[in-house]
T-cell receptor
Framework: DSGVTQTPKHLITATGQRVTLRCSPRSGDLSVYWYQQSLDQGLQFLIQYYNGEERAKGNILERFSAQQFPDLHSELNLSSLELGDSALYFC???????????FGPGTRLTVL | GENVEQHPSTLSVQEGDSAVIKCTYSDSASNYFPWYKQELGKRPQLIIDIRSNVGEKKDQRIAVTLNKTAKHFSLHITETQPEDSAVYFCAASDQTGANNLFFGTGTRLTVIP
């Protein structure tokens, strides 16, 4: 157990819908990262937050957005869902932005 | 952006033998190279990492080597055990200094008892 928690574990929804994934970092970690893992794209970096502020953006679609709250938990919002958004979404956290990252258990999103 | 290539995609070894997985990266400014192990349906677990000011790092049966000039790094697992069977991912940090990771495509390691 890495200490990073993610909810829900599984999410099944329909195309066009909107979902929110939640991540709680390890106690004391200031940085939160979101990654998407799919069979065709592999593990891809989406977005990073550090102490409440967006620090870097990767291959995140405009339909996706995220934020980090004052208690340092983070949410990833996915809207206008498409079949191709079906994937495992991982959150990772680190103490400082340059430290090693520890991954949460992931949320498996299935879009039907 | 950073491009990480990983080989081989699959690797089968006999229990007790060694396994070597190799990665190359494109951005000479990358300075952090972690390795993750992922079992089916589970989270990636950090098993070892190396920074660009070090050429080699060892942790029991696992070692990582880094050649900055050639821009490649390798994972070495000695005395393999069946529980080492998993998918292994290498990664390299990006050049922006934010330490975001770019992952290789993974190596499925099977250790045959």
């Amino acid at each position: 157990d890495s200490g990073v928690t993610q909810t829900p574990k599984h999410l099944i929804t329909a195309t066009g819908q909107r979902v929110t994934l939640r991540c709680s970092p390890r106690s004391g970690d200031l940085s939160v990262y979101w990654y998407q893992q799919s069979l065709d794209q592999g593990l891809q970096f989406l977005i990073q937050y550090y102490n409440g502020e967006e620090r870097a953006k990767g291959n995140i679609l405009e339909r996706f957005s995220a934020q980090q709250f004052p208690d340092l938990h983070s949410e990833l919002n996915l809207s206008s869902l498409e079949l191709g958004d079906s994937a495992l979404y991982f959150c990772a956290s680190s103490v400082q932005w340059y430290d090693e990252q520890f991954f949460g258990p992931g949320t498996r999103l299935t879009v039907l | 952006g950073e491009n990480v290539e990983q080989h081989p995609s699959t690797l089968s070894v006999q229990e007790g033998d060694s396994a070597v997985i190799k990665c190359t990266y494109s951005d000479s400014a990358s300075n952090y190279f972690p390795w993750y192990k992922q079992e089916l349906g589970k989270r990636p677990q950090l098993i070892i990492d190396i920074r660009s000011n070090v050429g080699e790092k060892k942790d029991q049966r696992i070692a990582v080597t880094l050649n900055k000039t050639a821009k490649h790094f390798s994972l070495h697992i000695t005395e393999t055990q069946p529980e080492d069977s998993a998918v292994y991912f290498c990664a390299a940090s990006d050049q922006t200094g934010a330490n975001n990771l770019f992952f290789g495509t993974g190596t499925r390691l099977t250790v045959i008892p």
